[in-house]
């Protein structure tokens, strides 16, 4: 009788655990400040440095000691833009405020995911417009172009998708828990962009009501859009952002319970300066 030999038990595959992302909204309004609320720049944490999403007047909260705290223990931050939009970019002429002595690392994209490219950078930060040229803007600053439909950023994995939007808008979503779709009128294709997110952040700028009175579009999507979109792409929670200026905030909370009745999602108000688990 032969012996009685255990089958070896299948190894486990080897999982890599997923970053735990912390999303900290800096600048949530779209255009201009407007009633406490900046304009659009996010603080993304889980990587292996500090992630800026977008340059708008909202980083000028990282000069606040509950903020400031955050990036302290480090020397390098690296910032993904969306778009060259003044709104997403004005807090570029910021950064020696914030991070004077850091090596900053920007990632700017370039055609065909928008129309501009980096020069657009160059152009903001120079004379007359800033008085130092953008290489001298801080100790240590590389601007790293990108096209393509995957990147890496600070040790995350990001996919990206170009949007319709006026000279285009980058989609982002991160590590594939994190889906960041701003500036850009809504379309289907971003069901399946997001599909596979536990969170996304998605422009709200209109309602279906606002553009049947003729208020116009400019390139961004209606509430009555986004829930379409939250609804189809199955996420678990939907941020709205990158709100009209003349938005109140007890305008801005009918919306949101609209949104969740509509989208059959939890929606998390974006708070600036209150950091969100992911
Ligand atoms: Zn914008
Ligand atoms: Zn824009």
Redesign the pocket.
């Known amino acids: 009788m032969s012996p009685v030999t255990e089958e070896p038990l299948d190894p486990l595959e080897p999982t890599a655990p997923e970053p735990a992302l912390c999303l900290v909204p800096l600048g949530t309004n ?2 201009f400040p407007s009633g406490g609320r900046q ?2 720049s996010y603080l993304l944490e889980g990587g292996n440095v500090p992630l800026l999403i977008d340059l ?1 007047s909202g980083i000028s909260r990282l000069i606040e000691p509950d903020l400031a705290e955050r990036l302290a223990p480090h020397d390098e931050i690296h910032v993904l833009l969306t ?1 060259y ?1 003044l ?2 970019l004005i807090g570029l002429s910021y950064l020696p405020a914030i991070c004077r002595e850091y090596r900053v690392v920007i990632h700017a994209p370039g055609p065909p995911l928008v129309d501009g490219d980096s020069t657009a950078l160059d152009r903001l930060i120079s004379p007359p417009l800033f008085p130092v040229p953008l290489a001298n803007l801080v100790a240590d600053l590389e601007v790293v172009s990108y096209a393509g439909d995957t990147l890496e950023v600070a040790g995350l994995h990001v996919r990206t998708r170009r949007q319709r939007h006026a000279g285009g808008s980058v989609g982002l979503v991160f590590e594939q828990q994190l889906a960041f779709l ?2 850009c009128e809504a379309e289907s294709a971003s069901v399946e962009f997001a599909r596979g997110a536990r969170v996304l952040v998605h ?1 709200v700028w209109t309602t279906d009501a606002e553009v049947a009175a003729g208020a116009p579009r400019h390139g961004h999507s209606t509430l009555e859009e986004v829930a379409t979109i939250a609804r189809g792409s199955g996420i678990e929670r939907l941020i709205p952002v ?1 709100h009209r200026p003349g938005r109140r905030e007890a305008e801005l909370a009918v919306f949101h319970e609209r949104l969740a009745e509509l989208a059959e999602v939890e929606v998390v108000p974006a708070r600036e300066g209150v950091p969100i688990l992911i």
């Open positions: 779209g255009f304009t659009m708008g778009h939009h709104d997403h701003t500036d422009e990158h």
